[in-house]
């Protein structure tokens, strides 16, 4: 049944994340990984139970915010020449997603824990 729950959540997040990156670029891709961060930490905060963090968390946020697609972004910059976006982009994207899971560690702990 969890298997079900994953497959059922990324069937959304990938296309989220595909949307993202089709309408607004590397911008787009950054900006869904800092989201999905800060919703999986809430999930994670609240203390959602296996089926909820299977379907949201793991098929969800796991579909919708990919180190492959965040790596193949940086990539794309550096051989496009933009030294400084690949640099903020790695850099932002590690910062900017942890510190937005822990917000949402903190938010949904104080709200649902």
Do not use: D, K, W
Request: some cysteine.
């Amino acid at each position: 049944m969890n298997a079900l729950l994953v497959a059922l959540g990324a069937g959304v997040g990938a296309p989220l994340r595909y949307l993202a990156a089709l309408r607004f670029g590397t911008r787009g891709i950054f900006a869904v990984n800092v989201i999905g961060s800060f919703v999986l930490g809430a999930l994670t905060g609240a203390a959602v139970a296996t089926p909820g963090m299977a379907l949201l968390g793991t098929g969800l946020c796991g579909a919708l915010t990919t180190y492959s697609t965040f790596g193949h972004e940086t990539v794309e910059l550096l051989r496009a020449g933009q030294r400084r976006a690949a640099l903020l982009n790695v850099v932002g994207s590690t910062v900017l997603g942890v510190l937005s899971a822990a917000g949402g560690v903190a938010a949904g702990a104080a709200l649902f824990g």
